[in-house]
């Protein structure tokens, strides 16, 4: 089936500090997703694109779809404590498989 | 909250228990989903509804069982299930079509198997 790498597995930050992390795919999808997992919570949508090349944006999040459409980037600016979790990409090719997701980048800011 | 709710939030079951897994959706959506999370491993699809009908199944053990009455209801009914079964299950619901993508999870069960 279709994999996801997702990386950095881990990031260990000071607050205020700009992150970015990203998912390559050796399949082309025709939407990216990115999802952030509180602890103890469910995975909530943060951003969807659907566009080779789309910049969006969710306040101080930035994703964008890759133009090779087999990757994508998120990024957090000026980061704070509630930043911290678990941040998912996620992949559709549009099929029945439906999407395909990373294992997850695990943000934690350092006092 | 998402709107969709799940319960109970934690289980402790033996191997020869037989539980259910609860999950109802106030979003009027019309698809349903049960994703296994285990530590340091993807999402795993486990079931998808679509109009309370399954269209998916990825060859989850017949150990989990699915049920959808209704499109706002999803069970998930576990029986001799193994210590590697442990792990967060979580249901999700999304509309149909174009916005299939977009799910919304409910918090999850914290499944232990015993």
């Known amino acids: 089936g279709q994999q996801l790498n997702q990386s950095p597995q881990s990031m260990f930050i000071q607050e205020g500090e700009d992150v970015s992390m990203n998912c390559t795919s050796s399949?082309?999808?025709?939407?990216w997703l990115w999802y952030k997992q509180d602890p103890g919570e469910g995975p909530v949508l943060l951003i969807a694109?659907?566009?080779?090349?789309e910049l969006t944006s969710n306040g101080r999040l930035t994703a964008q779809f890759g133009i090779t459409r087999k990757d994508s980037f998120l990024n957090i600016s000026a980061s704070i404590p509630s930043d911290v979790g678990i941040y998912f990409c996620?992949?559709?090719?549009?099929?029945?498989?439906?999407?395909?997701f990373g294992k997850g980048t695990h943000l934690i800011i350092q006092p | 909250e998402t709107g969709v709710t799940q319960t109970p939030r934690h289980l402790v079951m033996g191997m020869t228990n037989k539980k259910s897994l609860k999950c109802e959706q106030h979003?009027?959506?019309?698809?349903m989903y049960w994703y296994k999370q285990s530590a340091k491993k993807p999402l795993e699809l486990m079931f998808v509804?679509?109009?309370?009908?399954?269209?998916e199944n990825n060859s989850v053990p017949s150990r989990f069982s699915p049920e959808c009455p209704n499109s706002s209801h999803l069970f998930l009914h576990l029986h001799t299930l193994q210590p590697e079964d442990s792990a967060l299950y979580l249901c999700?619901?999304?509309?149909?079509?174009?916005?299939?993508?977009?799910?919304?999870f409910g918090s999850g069960t914290q499944l232990s198997v015993l």
């Open positions: 399949s082309i999808f025709n939407t």
């Open positions: 999700a619901s999304s509309l149909g079509g174009r916005g299939r993508e977009k799910l919304f």
């Open positions: 694109l659907y566009k080779a090349g």
């Open positions: 509804y679509s109009l309370e009908e399954r269209v």
């Open positions: 979003l009027g959506h019309n698809a």
């Open positions: 996620a992949g559709s090719g549009g099929g029945a498989d439906g999407l395909t």
